[in-house]
């Protein structure tokens, strides 16, 4: 009984659940097809501290993984000032060190030409906080 | 004779007999030590896990849990789940990191097995609510779920018990699941057109390895690559009807699979890998038993020396 319920679970999640049926989503792992000339997307953030130094907002700094902040990223853009809280996440991380004041987050294309990376890409801003 | 035979139920038929069989199948008795095994394997992964492969989840203590994004399990099923609060993390942290090495020798193995389930359920919906959820640890879950209805287990009990084999018949479901709903996933999301795309390019260029980047260059390469995964994915449930002599060459093979993924993307699925040992009679490799032996058999070899010295 509980192997049939298991099985029903997993088969629904797969045929139509999402991410969010966690523990029984579809395992969607890459599973979007690319065309051959879309760019590949890198999304990165940086940030500026109180010294004007600019550094790159990686998960060691904000606690958040590349594909967490991409999986947010809409929101990000809907409410930018959303951004603090990893200036927060910062702050409670590396009391000692001097505070965040702005954050961006970019996302840079790769161009690709019939599926080989041209060796160009270009930087596109996606959305930017200042405190 | 003949009476008993008039008055027994008349033959099964087909339906039933592929029902007993399917039934024989789920139940397939395994022995004790394999589920002992297991345990100690599963367990102390999971210190490594916590420690290192989802470490991310211990990142969050320090992250508002503003950026949470609660998952339907969160919200419709057990809304009573607390916020990832630094203590909510740091209790799974630290319980986790505290009873599986406990767990791991095989001590109160329903009680332990049960609390180290909740906590790593917790564990893992900190981890995949902040945005991206991973997609490694189906079956690794369904063990932890398991184990603990198994109940007491040795290492080396040669007993046979058909409860460790349905635990062990439902990882390997999930395990191969795994591959397969995979697929389905692929061609659900990807369509077809998956198999000539460029999923491989984009995943070798955001983590790709110098195993792996000379490969961007031979788009050929990468087309292939992508059907062979499919068609490994569809093929896999292929191992629940294979012998027993060439089922571990079809495991080897999932290992290799998974060893040339991490070469060139950086992608282990390491609890998976775990869970997959279910497939194996990992109960004969017994280091600490081996090491028992050799250090027995050692001090005998010493003390025969020893008897003669002070005779002498």
Redesign the interface.
């Known amino acids: 009984m509980i192997?049939l319920v298991?099985?029903a679970g997993?088969?629904y999640g797969?045929?139509w659940g999402d991410?969010?049926?966690?523990?029984i989503?579809?395992?969607?792992?890459?599973?979007?097809?690319?065309?051959?000339d879309?760019p590949?997307g890198?999304t990165q953030m940086y940030a500026v501290n109180a010294d004007g130094e600019e550094f790159q907002f990686t998960?060691t700094y904000?606690?958040?993984?590349r594909?967490?902040?991409?999986?947010?990223l809409d929101k990000f853009e809907a409410d930018p000032s959303?951004l603090h809280?990893?200036a927060?996440?910062y702050a409670?991380?590396y009391p000692d060190r001097p505070p965040i004041d702005q954050i961006r987050i970019v996302i840079e294309w790769?161009e690709?030409d019939?599926?080989?990376?041209t060796g160009e890409s270009t930087v596109e801003e996606v959305v930017s906080w200042q405190r | 004779m003949a009476e008993v035979t008039a008055e027994a139920a008349p033959a099964p038929n087909m339906p039933t007999r592929i029902g007993n069989r399917f039934m024989r199948w789920l139940f397939a008795p395994v022995p004790l030590g394999r589920v002992a095994a297991l345990r100690t394997l599963t367990y102390l992964f999971i210190v490594f896990d916590v420690l290192v492969y989802s470490e991310a989840a211990r990142l969050k203590e320090t992250v508002p849990t503003d950026l949470y994004v609660p998952l339907h399990v969160d919200e419709v099923l057990f809304p009573f789940i607390p916020d990832p609060s630094t203590a909510v993390v740091q209790t799974c942290f630290w319980g986790l990191l505290i009873l599986s090495p406990i767990a791991a020798i095989g001590i109160f193995p329903r009680l332990l097995g049960s609390v180290i389930f909740v906590l790593y359920f917790e564990w893992m919906l900190i981890f995949n609510s902040y945005g991206k959820v991973d997609h490694d640890r189906f079956a690794f879950l369904l063990a932890l779920a398991v184990l603990p209805t198994i109940g007491r287990a040795r290492h080396g009990d040669k007993t046979l018990s058909e409860k460790a084999g349905w635990a062990f018949r439902l990882i390997q479901l999930a395990v191969i699941a795994t591959y397969f709903l995979a697929a389905w996933a692929k061609l659900r999301f990807g369509g077809l057109e998956w198999l000539w795309g460029t999923s491989l390019t984009w995943a070798i260029l955001r983590r790709g390895t110098e195993w792996s980047n000379w490969m961007l260059d031979h788009v050929w390469m990468i087309k292939t690559s992508q059907v062979g995964i499919i068609t490994f994915e569809l093929m896999s449930p292929i191992i629940f009807f294979v012998n027993d002599r060439i089922r571990p060459w079809v495991v080897a093979y999932f290992y290799v699979f998974h060893l040339v993924t991490w070469l060139a993307i950086t992608i282990s699925f390491a609890p998976h890998l775990i869970a997959m040992t279910s497939f194996l009679a990992v109960e004969r490799v017994r280091p600490l038993h081996w090491a028992h032996q050799w250090l027995t058999s050692a001090y005998r070899r010493v003390r025969p020396a020893e008897a003669t010295g002070v005779a002498g």
Do not use: C
Request: overall charge negative; charged content about 25%; glycine content about 8%.
């Open positions: 192997t298991l099985a997993v088969f797969t045929l991410d969010d049926d966690f523990p989503g579809p395992f969607r792992m890459y599973s979007t097809s690319r065309e051959l879309e590949v890198d998960q904000t606690g958040m993984r594909a967490e902040l991409e999986g947010q959303r809280y990893l927060d996440s409670t991380r790769i690709l019939n599926g080989l990376p």
